[in-house]
């Protein structure tokens, strides 16, 4: 059972254009909603992560959104750069239960 | 990086063969984890691991085996590896459950 569905599975956007990854989450359990970002040939590290208690956090040109009432968060990437080409995980987890990860995004920026 | 050491970093076996993936951490975290990444079904969680000998099943357990001797040290092993087990695999560590995961650089893993 998914319990984080993410979109799109990839995409690509124009250097210094705004990228949007969304996430789904079926859980209303769940406490804790961070993106993570992998490069080829590493491991996810964490990116940015949010609260239900706010409705946005931002850090740098990395935003996330958050809409408890929709059950739904997002990753915007604002003035987008190709080294921000990376996969982006979307997950979500409760204060004492592993860490539920969406599929995956595949983000690739053009120069 | 966080102190987590995943070896080998690369292994090709054949099929039906045990393998054994070792996770290292420095950190002193009590939780580790191995994944498995494929394309299309993102990160998977395998087994984990809330202690010194203290293991549980993740969503595709089925084929692994895991223990943990020591705080520092992880294992996974494929008893008797198959074609469908060819994955990169990654191990992650945290201070508790659902709190942020530390990954190591994966172990790429091929059975032929």
């Known amino acids: 059972q998914q319990q984080v569905k993410q979109s799109p599975q990839s995409l690509i956007v124009q250097k210094g254009g705004i990228s949007i990854i969304n996430c789904a989450y079926e859980?209303?359990?769940?406490?804790?909603f961070p993106w993570y970002q992998q490069f080829p040939g590493k491991g996810p590290a964490l990116l940015i992560a949010?609260?239900?208690?706010?409705s946005e956090k931002k850090e740098g040109r990395f935003t996330i959104s958050f809409n408890k009432s929709a059950k739904q968060f997002s990753l915007h990437i604002m003035d987008s750069q190709p080294g921000d080409s990376a996969t982006y995980f979307c997950?979500?987890?409760?204060?004492?239960?592993?860490?539920?990860f969406g599929k995956g995004t595949r983000l690739h920026i053009l120069p | 990086d966080a102190g987590i050491t995943q070896s080998p970093r690369h292994k090709v076996t054949e099929t039906g063969t045990p393998v054994t993936l070792r996770c290292h951490q420095t950190?002193?975290?009590?939780?580790m984890y191995w994944y498995r990444q494929d394309p299309g079904h993102g990160l998977r969680l395998i087994h984990y691991?809330?202690?010194?000998?203290?293991?549980d099943k993740g969503e595709v357990s089925d084929g692994y085996s895991v223990s943990r001797s020591k705080t520092e040290d992880f294992l996974l092993t494929l008893e008797s590896a198959t074609s469908s087990q060819t994955s990169v695999y990654f191990c992650?560590?945290?201070?508790?459950?659902?709190?942020?995961?530390?990954f190591g650089q994966g172990t790429r893993l091929t059975v032929v």
């Open positions: 992650a560590i945290s201070e508790r459950v659902g709190a942020e995961a530390f």
């Open positions: 950190e002193n975290h009590r939780y």
């Open positions: 691991s809330y202690g010194v000998k203290d293991t």
């Open positions: 997950a979500a987890s409760k204060w004492d239960d592993k860490i539920i």
């Open positions: 949010i609260r239900p208690d706010v």
């Open positions: 859980n209303t359990a769940f406490d804790y």
